[in-house]
């Protein structure tokens, strides 16, 4: 079972230490949008930056890209966003709540909604009041918008609904400019907007989200076995990083869940407080976008086999996941309520990469000496990690605020500090305490702040 805490906990714990914040909320907030606070910053961003240092810094085969969010409805028309990313929409006649209908079907979201209600002809009823449904309507997902002053077809766009568009249609851009050779995979990290039917559970589902998305172009018939290579890769970080391994599975999406180009995929899914649900999709695209980009275009994108000399259009391999998405799941997982002398304390064990403040130092007084030593040692350290001082309230209630938000170690300046140069370094984890010259201090830190 995941950990027992709830998702109450989790928005309470995120907005009052600067996690997280409801979007807007001085204007009664905006639907499912949140911003990322001072912690959540940092914690997203150590997300992305693992991520780009396993699937890019680390690799010879894979580069990266930045491409636009907003683009023409020609890209969107050859991928078949414009016709294919719908959801059935189906409203509830008597209480008006709007539900996707694949999402309650038996088993696929009874731990959100509870189990699936029929009526005795079988026909699907309302979750929450079971009343009569619509029958369903595709609603297109994508946010449609216009370019420049007029507003007609000529002018539509869209804010992109995953990163990958960007990754094919710059095909041969990355190919050419960078001598690629097959495999080779292009990666990026972005914003990606959904017009979702019902966003939900925090930052899981949301309106506006960030992904972390690799394209990995392979020769056809090596596909299958890069497809299980990148599900055992992308499942491993997870674990890398601290995920607990209970919480953690693999599954294969069934033939009729399977979007319209992929020849398999499989999920990498996490037991949340709800239920299992996804982190990541890998799917396995086939040769499906480049070849749609290609007849749209009028564009050749296929790639020249030198062993063969024949031109072939590349398979895709696609681990595709949710940065916003993961960086909650790294709060849930570390998140522990734990007795500690007769109080209990509520600790995040974050991986150190993952942690978004490194290091605390906190002066055991606020006498000048032992203030002016603390803030040369935070800023010396402050050079290589995110560092915070704290020189308010009892040494307690400091170690306990650090708790709180995962930092890995405090560093304590006590008055024999003055005398013999040396501090106590408190381990969050084990909470054991040992003391440390001020010149060894940032390389035994480096040590153990190491992001391996
Ligand atoms: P779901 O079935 O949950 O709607 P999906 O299968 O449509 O997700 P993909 O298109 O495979 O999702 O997107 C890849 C990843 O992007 C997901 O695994 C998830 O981590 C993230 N993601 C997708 N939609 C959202 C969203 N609305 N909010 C936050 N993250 C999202």
């Given amino acids: 079972m995941a950990s027992n805490v709830t998702m109450d906990t989790i928005v309470s714990l995120c907005k009052r230490r600067g996690f997280v914040f409801p979007s807007s909320e001085i204007y009664g907030g905006f639907g499912s949008t949140y911003d990322y606070g001072p912690l959540g910053v940092e914690l997203l961003r150590n ?24 683009g023409p409805s020609a890209v969107w028309e050859a991928s078949g966003h414009v016709s294919n990313f719908t959801d059935p929409l189906v409203d509830c006649k008597n209480c008006r709540m709007r539900w996707r209908e694949d999402h309650l079907l038996e088993g696929n979201y009874e731990a959100e909604y509870g189990a699936t209600k029929r009526d005795a002809a079988g026909k699907l009823l309302c979750p929450n009041c079971g009343g009569e449904l619509t029958d369903p309507r595709k609603f297109n997902m994508m946010f449609k918008t216009f370019v420049g002053v007029v507003e007609d077809t000529a002018s539509v766009a869209y804010l992109r609904p995953e990163t ?33 039917i019902t966003p939900g559970n925090f930052v899981f589902r949301t309106r506006e989200f960030e992904q972390m998305e690799m394209e990995f172009f392979v020769k056809p018939g090596s596909d299958d076995d890069w497809h299980s290579y990148w599900i055992e890769e992308r499942f491993q970080w997870y674990l890398k990083y601290g995920i607990k391994k209970e919480n953690l599975r693999i599954r294969p999406h069934t033939k009729d869940e399977l979007s319209f180009y992929s020849k398999a995929t499989s999920d990498v899914e996490y037991e949340f407080p709800w ?5 990541e999709g890998i799917a396995n695209r086939t040769n499906y976008d480049l070849t749609q980009h290609a007849k749209h275009s009028g564009k050749d994108l296929s790639y020249f086999d030198e062993e063969t000399k024949e ?13 916003t998405r993961t960086a909650l799941t790294f709060l849930i997982d570390a998140y522990a309520e734990e007795p500690d002398k007769d109080e209990t304390r509520i600790v995040l064990h974050l991986h150190p990469a993952i942690a978004p403040v490194k290091v605390a130092v906190l002066p055991l ?7 002016n030593l603390s803030k040369e040692v935070a800023k010396k350290l402050r050079r290589k990690w995110v560092v915070q001082y704290d020189e308010s309230q009892s040494i307690g209630k400091r170690y306990r605020r650090q708790d709180e938000i995962g930092t890995p170690f405090c560093i304590t300046v006590d008055f024999q500090s003055l005398e013999d140069n040396a501090v106590t370094i408190r381990d969050r984890d084990t909470m054991e305490q040992i003391r440390v010259p001020i010149a060894e201090l940032s390389s035994m830190l480096e040590g153990k702040l190491a992001l391996d």
């Fill in 311 to 323: 031109h072939i259009v590349p398979y895709v391999i696609e681990p595709a996941a949710g940065a």
């Fill in 47 to 70: 997300v992305r930056n693992l991520w780009w240092r396993a699937m890019v810094q680390e690799r010879e085969d894979v580069v990266g890209l930045e491409a636009s969010i907003l």
């Fill in 365 to 371: 007084s606020k006498k000048e000496p032992l203030v």
């Fill in 275 to 279: 239920g299992w649900g996804e982190l």
């Fill in 164 to 196: 990958a568009q960007g990754m094919f249609y710059n095909f041969s851009n990355v190919l050419g400019s960078m001598r690629r050779k097959l495999p080779f995979g292009i990666a990026q990290v972005g914003k990606s907007f959904r017009n979702e």
